[in-house]
């Protein structure tokens, strides 16, 4: 701790002012929160505080009034928390009681202290401007690298082609597939199948990167995952600036134009963050039912708390979307490969050398979250394993060259993941005295009124103040309490073994033919039925023991609240049917659309939303157009305008697969054909990621308000129909799953694939049906001019010529 306050630059004079600010609000209200009154005094107080946060809310975007807000409610949590340490414990008469009590006490000091380390962090966040105008022959060198394990080739076409043609002069601009799916030791494998298929994925790789310009790379071994995979690209690359995109991330072509201009300015920058922007929900928004207006989980991140923390100085690299100066990674040996979360570790380690950061709240990437409930545990298993390593490996609280706001940003991003542990405590501490009358707190009703009650209801007031665009109330308790019963393992297993954490990549194109119960449902599920008990024991207690009935409403009313949270995360457990793998997005795209048997007769209409696999398109005008010609399977092309980059438009071939009429116009639903040129990606890309205003006219469409009493209301509504909806699904999951096994092999026998919407791709190993997409494959005869890809022995380095990719500086 003797480098805690150590610090390379000096803290600004305004975060010093606003740090004493809050540390002599924080003395006074220790001090009056200690002073010694009735209960009927602390109640009016405490009434009096809720109604000072209360009267400040609608004022909380104004600086001032925040911060008066804060005080208040700091004063208010400091005042419970003095009352649950000096009055609520039970005597040492009753030492088991004491111990469970006390687990519930640190519990609860711990969400107290991230309630002070949030309000802190988010107190002011920042908006930072555009960045400086630069000429041409100053820009710095970027090497775009795109890493890639086990993606397909029809979604990395597109990301490759945005990346590749995003506005920045083409001679400082060099994209790179870093593919860790063809590494020398996959096509040695033991595994015949393994084998074949990566030495089949590498050639097919380096065919689409020759053909799109951009530079295929892999290496021998699959060493220290994405981190590996990029540091070996990295060393056979020299660009000034490292930009990293995920491989479904698909970025605007404003991106570089966006950041860039910052490293020019700031020679102490080392990496600029922006926002990553999802195109589908994420299973939980999805299975629930939550309304298409409400902010997704990710924003309050993204939208709040990333810009509140580059006040602090703690911006952090989120893995993608992200722009990094080569020199400051190299200071530390490129990507940090010791824990899981490779971003984030980075950061800490360039932090801690003195280099700065700062995020950029526009969103200029779309990519796609897990489309299953299983590959949304595993994925956010994965970001818990790797922040409990980051904190029992990498302390910040420990590590030099790091400043003091510094430290609390990244000791404040790492012990939010203990999150399933306090979760489930919450959960299951009124149980103790439900199941086996253990006071976990002693306190009479009126206590429980002028303390805990005022504190809730505090606590749900700044939240919703300070979040009030973009966490709706009492989402981020749904988001946990169906996460908690699975994520509390992997916390524990890295905290008792952080060296063991293993990379998982998560799935980004899966598809569910029909809805089912997810296969991991038990967790959650013995969870649900303990609350349930729960709540049936407190009943049976308030019957059967009239003088413990005061006691009863208040830990009794605590089951309840937990009962209707896990009402309303249950429906997580039942997959919704997903058969489109890639979400369509609304476009309103002025084309020229022509039709078979007429290639040189245009039509206008308007690209009304288009997908990775297909369009719906409007026909403005049907005159001339003969009977027959707009009809299912007929061949039609489309040429989108793309008016803010002409040249990247080529027209789109494809098939009719439904059309309606409305008013004059035709609707027509088109399914892109399968062969044509690669291209047509760099159409396809632009055309639907192109612009980044449109991304953000999406999150600001999210960005919608829902007072406290109105999210209470929504979240029970939420919990009734869906612990109904679940458990009727649960009762006919036995027979769906009969249905289809039967199915299964039938299919088998007659060796014919089931047609719905599209085609059958087949079952594996009993899991349920899922139908491929259609996607574009390669076609030398009609792609660009370029040398047949050879796939290169093991070995060999894999690896194109820069010269001939427009890499050189």
């Not at 939208?303 to 690299?317: A, E, I, K, N, P």
């Not at 899966?510 to 038990?522: F, K, Q, R």
């Not at 309606?660 to 062969?675: M, P, T």
């Not at 192109?690 to 600001?700: F, H």
Request: aromatic letters at 10%; proline letters at 6%.
């Amino acid at each position: 701790m003797a480098d805690f306050f150590n610090r390379k630059r000096q803290l600004p004079l305004g975060h010093a002012i606003w740090i004493s600010l809050w540390l002599v609000v924080g003395f006074v209200c220790v001090v009056l929160a200690s002073i010694p009154i009735s209960t009927w005094a602390q109640a009016l107080l405490g009434v009096a505080g809720v109604l000072g946060v209360v009267l400040l809310r609608p004022l909380a975007d104004q600086a001032a009034p925040r911060f008066a807000l804060l005080s208040i409610a700091g004063a208010m949590v400091l005042r419970y928390w003095i009352w649950r340490v000096t009055e609520t414990l039970p005597g040492l008469d009753s030492p088991i009681s004491l111990v469970f009590a006390t687990l519930l006490l640190l519990t609860e000091t711990y969400a107290i202290c991230i309630f002070f380390l949030t309000a802190f962090m988010t107190s002011d966040p920042l908006t930072r401007p555009m960045p400086p105008t630069v000429r041409v022959d100053e820009l710095p060198t970027v090497n775009v690298l795109v890493p890639s394990y086990n993606e397909p080739a029809s979604m990395l076409k597109i990301t490759l082609a945005a990346a590749r043609n995003m506005h920045y002069p083409p001679d400082k601009m060099c994209v790179v597939l870093c593919d860790d799916g063809g590494t020398d030791e996959r096509i040695a494998s033991d595994d015949p199948q393994k084998s074949k298929q990566s030495a089949e994925r590498r050639a097919e790789l380096q065919a689409l990167c020759a053909d799109l310009g951009v530079v295929y790379s892999t290496r021998a071994r699959n060493e220290h995952a994405k981190a590996g995979n990029m540091s070996a690209a990295l060393e056979r690359l020299d660009g000034d600036l490292v930009a990293v995109f995920d491989a479904d991330h698909v970025p605007s072509r404003d991106f570089l134009a966006r950041t860039a201009g910052y490293f020019v300015k700031h020679e102490d920058l080392f990496l600029v963050q922006t926002p990553h922007f999802f195109l589908n929900p994420d299973p939980i928004m999805r299975n629930v039912g939550l309304v298409d207006n409400c902010p997704p989980e990710n924003e309050m991140f993204y939208g709040h708390v990333h810009r509140g923390l580059d006040r602090w100085h703690g911006t952090f690299f989120c893995g993608s979307a992200a722009l990094i100066r080569r020199r400051a990674l190299d200071s530390v040996g490129g990507f940090s490969g010791e824990t899981i979360t490779e971003d984030a570790e980075t950061a800490l380690d360039i932090h801690a050398t003195g280099w700065r950061s700062i995020y950029v709240n526009r969103a200029m990437i779309a990519g796609l979250q897990p489309e299953t409930f299983t590959s949304f545990i595993e994925q956010r298993g994965r970001w818990a394993a790797g922040m409990m390593q980051m904190l029992l490996l990498k302390n910040p609280l420990m590590r030099k060259g790091l400043g003091v706001t510094q430290r609390l940003c990244y000791i404040n991003s790492m012990t939010f993941w203990f999150f399933p542990i306090i979760r489930m405590t919450f959960l299951l501490a009124p149980l103790c005295y439900l199941f086996f009358g253990l006071e976990i707190f002693v306190a009479t009703r009126s206590e429980v009124v002028a303390y805990m009650a005022t504190y809730v209801a505090t606590s749900f007031i700044v939240q919703n103040a300070l979040f009030n665009r973009s966490r709706w109330p009492l989402m981020s308790e749904l988001y946990e309490t169906a996460q908690a019963p699975y994520l509390s393992r992997a916390v524990l297993k890295t905290f008792l073994k952080p060296r063991g954490a293993k990379f998982n990549v998560t799935a980004k194109d899966e598809t569910l033919d029909e809805a089912s119960i997810t296969p991991i449902a038990g967790p959650l599920l013995w969870t649900f039925a303990l609350m349930v008990a729960g709540v049936v024991a407190a009943g049976i207690r308030y019957y059967l023991f009239p003088g413990d009935r005061e006691v009863l409403q208040v830990v009794g009313g605590w089951a309840v609240f937990n009962l209707i949270l896990i009402g309303a995360a249950l429906p997580c457990l039942r997959e919704t049917q997903q058969r489109r793998g890639a979400p369509r997005v609304p476009l309103e795209e002025p084309a020229l659309v022509a039709l078979a048997g007429h290639p040189n007769r245009k039509l206008g209409g308007v690209v009304l939303d288009g997908s990775l696999s297909g369009m719906q398109v409007k026909i403005v005008s049907d005159e001339g157009i003969a009977p027959g010609q707009i009809t299912e399977g007929a061949p039609i092309k489309v040429l989108p305008a793309l008016a803010e980059a002409p040249a990247l438009a080529h027209p789109i071939a494809g098939h009719i697969r439904w059309t309606r009429r409305e008013d004059k116009a035709i609707l027509v639903g088109i399914e892109y054909d399968e062969d044509q040129p690669n291209i047509v990606a760099e159409t396809i890309g632009q055309m639907i990621y192109g612009k980044s205003s449109r991304w953000a006219a999406r999150r600001e469409h999210y960005f919608h308000e829902m007072g406290l009493l109105g999210g209470l209301g929504y979240i029970l509504r939420l919990s009734v129909t869906g612990t109904f909806t679940t458990l009727k699904a649960l009762m006919a999951e036995p027979a769906r799953r009969k249905a289809a096994e039967a199915r299964r092999l039938n299919a088998h026998v007659t060796e014919e694939p089931l047609i719905h919407e599209q085609v059958f791709a087949g079952y594996e190993d009993g899991r349920q049906p899922t139908f491929s997409i259609e996607h574009f494959k390669p076609d030398d005869d009609k792609g660009r001019d370029a040398p047949a890809a050879k796939t290169a022995a093991p070995g060999e380095p894999a690896l194109h010529s820069f010269a001939a990719a427009g890499a050189g500086r």
